[in-house]
């Protein structure tokens, strides 16, 4: 009997087919390789070279799962400069990375280092509505990086000042070039770095308001990308939009995994 049910566990893994999903983002690139369940992942900042990066990102995940794969979904900003079977969208591999990790989501708001998204979803993980900020940094997780930079802190001690302060620090700048001067301003004149911390959190959060109250926003909300990790930004988020987010356990991953579902389901 156990011999028998040895047979048919080498004959499933041997059946199963491999898809991998590659996320080339501006930040970090990630991929996640999916049979049914995931086997593997990895990540590495972009750097100069985002193609090379995505080949170095892929090589691991192979030699994690110890051989070829079926097919390779590309998303991200890098995409096009990557050969896969297929490219998508951020927005539809989030949607459906999001959609696979909670089958509740209907809302997915991801805060990535170049831009920002809003989709809203169906029961299938479809993308309904949708809305982009890929013009102004101000809404993203670049400008909290090149704040926190300025202010010659590390990101994660830049999320914990937030949490401490007291009494927001109102950042009005619409462009990240004037709103990093007003920060910079404001700390030479008293404020505390836990007040312009929480400021510049609660800045981005007024921009991805604007952009939900565009789309609409329907439970289970979803928050996605590497700035999803910032305690900081989740609660600048759920007192800017009233709502409670639901936090993937690594919230940078969710594009790959939404890419390597698409390919294994073919949409």
Known sequence: MKRMALYFTVVIRFMAKTYVGIDLGSTTIKAVALNGRVLASAIRPTGANPKKTGEAVMEQ?????????????????????FSADKIVSEITAHAKGSYQLFPEARTVIDIGGQDSKIAKIDSYGRVLDFAMNDRCAAGTGRFIENTAKALEVSLEEFSLKALASRSPANINSMCTVFAESEVISQISQGASIEDVSAGVYASVARRIKAMVERVGVEDQVIFTGGTARSI???????EALKIKLAVPEDPQMVGALGAAVIGRDGH
Not at 61 to 81: E, F, H, M, N, P
């Open 232 to 238: 900081a930004m989740k609660k600048a988020l759920e």
């Open 61 to 81: 995940v192979l030699q994690t799962v110890g051989g070829s794969v079926d097919k390779i979904i590309a998303t991200g900003y890098g995409r096009v400069s």
